[in-house]
């Protein structure tokens, strides 16, 4: 029989602190889908998603349910779509309609993988995507795009970065009736991973199996409770270990959902992604953690350092818990999704000087930031440039996704709704890099790549 | 032979008369076996503790917990297959 406390404590986490798998995500390999006819193409990916993962959303809502704990996103990760379009050639945009046709009909919250990998060039099919990817996320509702432009093997392709830019404030611009949600459904990576289950940057890796069921969970509510209760004079090598003992708590519970759905679905189980998740919910923000260690607000200073020791914890209580462990794992940071983050930005304690320096500690980057609509494409690239240059000499996942706010000032704010959330117009430096972005070319790999 | 399940409920609120005949015949209606139990009387404060065999269940883990709370209004009732505590506090 089990102590009671540890039961209620179960209990608490879930009922009071919002403890979730943030998600189930199946990934999909449309290899096989690829076609020199690229509306045959387009059948066969809506008929493979519908097959594989038609019962995905069922059999999570039934362990859901079993569980008592909540799934909250059922989600599609496929192979980057630019290799079928380099094949088929043909509009890409006919790939991302097929894709949101079957997210639809099976009942997913997204699908990703409207991809391309150009971190060392653009081959057939790059180009074009990219080119056509404003588009393809004005017309459609649930598919999610990821362009990695540059990573620690690699370097950093210019010109893919300067093409990033232009396209992420096009994404706004076509979709600003919709207050730019376009743009919040597109990331910009440095070495991106195969495995991710998380939007909008999951796709599904060359390397992967046929088809895995992955999941990402989260509990930053727990973490922060589980804080709230410990003497405010407790070093902070207990607050890391006590940290490590909930994290490893949490991603059991991940490991099982998993393994279950996996089963269920008779599918391969990928991998568990440890990820601090926040939602804009109260109670569900990684900041108040940060201020829970002890800061008055998350930005101050000594917010990098909380941050490093947080995402360390969590990744050394994870990694006992689970028998496989990917994705992008570690503590999320995006500004719009996360209570205590938009309370930090509009108090402007929070500056996007600080939020980069955090990104060199945490996965993933600079994440749901909303900034001035008259922001250029050349600003945009730099914003790219430098954050993939973090992640490049630091052998980790870098992102950028930010939301131009088209026709929004300073201290406005923009609305998603749902688990994007909303955030205020953050402030960015008006100088211009337009000279050094418009060189392109590449910035070749550090020393860090020669490792054999 | 398929491998048994079982389910941890809890209930915590003020004593009253029949909570646990309440609990072992919601529990015997769904098909449900009552392995054990463990319950504390402090003052007027009731806690219990009782893992079920769900293996038969003739409803969800969800329904009985429904039903039981239905039954039950004036306390906390949490009704949770023992998986998820044995992941988390097992190793």
């Not at chain 1, 997210?103 to 991809?115: L, R």
Request: hydrophobic share 45%; glycine share 10%; aromatic share 4%.
């Amino acid at each position: 029989m089990y102590n009671m406390n540890d039961v209620m404590e179960t209990i608490s986490m879930i009922r009071d602190n919002n403890l979730d798998i943030r998600t189930t995500t199946m990934g999909i390999s449309l290899l096989d889908c690829a076609d020199s006819d690229i509306d045959r193409a387009c059948v066969k990916i809506y008929d493979k998603i519908c097959r594989l993962a038609g019962n995905l959303v069922s059999t999570a809502d039934s362990i859901g349910e079993k569980y008592g704990i909540p799934i909250v996103n059922k989600r599609v990760s496929v192979t980057p779509i630019a290799m079928l379009a380099g094949i088929s050639g043909g509009d890409p945009v006919k790939y991302a309609l097929a894709l949101d046709k079957a997210a639809h009909e099976i009942g997913v919250d997204f699908i990703g993988g409207y991809s391309a990998l150009v971190q060392k060039g653009f081959s057939a099919g790059d180009r074009e995507l990219i080119e056509s990817i404003p588009r393809a996320l004005s017309e459609t509702e649930l598919v999610c795009s990821s362009v990695n432009i540059g990573s620690t093997k690699a370097g950093i392709n210019m010109d893919a970065v300067k093409l990033m830019g232009q396209k992420v404030r096009e994404t706004a611009e076509i979709t600003a009736d919709r207050q730019c949600i376009g743009a919040a459904k597109l990331v910009v990576f440095c070495n991106a991973v195969e495995d991710n289950p998380f939007m909008a940057g999951a796709f599904h890796g060359v390397g992967e199996a046929d088809h895995v069921l992955s999941v990402g969970v989260s509990g930053p509510g727990v973490v922060r409770n589980v804080l709230a209760g410990m003497p405010d004079d407790a070093p902070l090598n207990e607050v890391a270990e006590t940290i490590k003992k909930t994290a490893f708590k949490i991603t059991r519970v991940g490991q099982l959902v998993g393994s279950e759905a996996a089963a269920m679905l008779d599918t391969q189980f990928g991998i568990v992604d440890l990820s601090l998740a926040p939602t804009p919910a109260i109670g569900d923000s990684v900041a108040h953690i940060l201020e829970e260690i002890g800061l008055e607000q998350c930005g101050a200073h000594g917010t990098t350092a909380a941050l490093a020791m947080l995402n360390d914890a969590v990744k050394k209580g994870g990694v006992m818990a689970s028998s496989s462990v990917g994705g992008l794992s570690g503590a999320f940071i995006p500004v719009s999704e996360d209570d205590g983050m938009i309370s930090a930005a509009r108090a402007g304690t929070l500056s996007i000087e600080k939020l980069e320096a955090m990104t060199a500690v945490c996965s993933v980057g600079l994440d749901m930031i909303v900034i001035p609509g008259d922001t250029t494409a050349e600003v945009i690239s730099a914003i790219i440039a430098d954050e993939a240059a973090i992640g490049m000499v630091n052998s980790k996942t870098t992102a950028v996704r930010v939301i131009p706010a088209i026709g929004l000032k300073s201290g406005e704010e923009l609305n998603f709704g749902g688990l994007l959330g909303y955030g205020p117009v953050m402030n960015l430096r008006s100088q211009s890099p337009a000279k050094m972005i418009n060189r392109g070319g590449r910035i070749p790999a550090p020393l860090q790549s020669l490792k054999n | 032979m398929d491998k048994k399940e079982n389910a941890v409920l809890t209930v915590v609120g003020k004593n009253d008369i029949g909570i646990l005949a309440t609990v072992a015949t919601s529990v015997a209606e769904a098909k449900g076996n009552v392995v054990q139990v463990s319950q504390i009387v402090m003052d007027d404060f009731f806690t219990m503790n009782m893992l079920i065999d769900v293996t038969d269940l003739a409803c969800t883990i969800h329904q009985l917990e429904g039903s039981i709370k239905e039954k039950l209004p004036e306390t906390e009732v949490h009704l949770m297959h023992d998986n998820i505590f044995s992941a988390m506090h097992s190793i």
